[in-house]
């Protein structure tokens, strides 16, 4: 079973309001004063090491819910940077490399395919009103009735 390292790097969720966030992640720290302070300083503090994913899913909600980003890593894996979460936005780390971008980011950088030159130089169009649907019909040969007669009507 693959284990998970847990960090904290300062990071706040967009929109939400400073005071609040620090105020909600000393609680959850239960600090107070400079302490606070140093939590928010970008340096990677660790708050929790060795810990299966749904443990950590665990900690990146409460602190979701406290306005905070949470780093998850593999154990024994090197921990993360601010500047390598800065690349991302503000994005929160899984197993491995995957990140989940910002909400409406544009995920698929490839090129759309070059526009398709179509000749429609011997397509006609008639008048208003003046065309039918008769030539697309399909006349269809009627489908025999089944015979129904062994089938019986019982009241209970």
Not at 64 to 81: F, K
């Amino acid at each position: 079973m693959q284990t998970f390292d847990v960090y904290f790097l300062g990071e706040m969720l967009p929109d939400a309001d400073p005071g609040e966030v620090r105020t909600a992640v000393a609680r959850l720290f239960k600090v107070e004063g400079e302490k606070v302070d140093r939590l928010f300083s970008g340096k990677p503090l660790r708050v929790k090491q060795g810990i299966d994913a749904e443990a950590a899913s665990r900690y990146r909600a409460t602190f979701r819910d406290a306005g905070a980003l949470l780093q998850i890593v593999p154990s024994g894996a090197p921990p993360p940077a601010k500047a390598a979460a800065a690349n991302g936005g503000t994005t929160t780390r899984g197993a491995g490399d995957m990140r989940l971008a910002e909400p409406g980011a544009t995920i698929d950088h490839t090129y759309p395919p070059p526009a398709v030159e179509i000749d429609t130089g011997s397509l006609e169009v008639l008048p208003p009103n003046s065309g039918s649907l008769e030539d697309c019909r399909v006349d269809k040969p009627p489908r025999p009735i089944p015979d129904i007669s062994h089938l019986k009507l019982v009241d209970d």
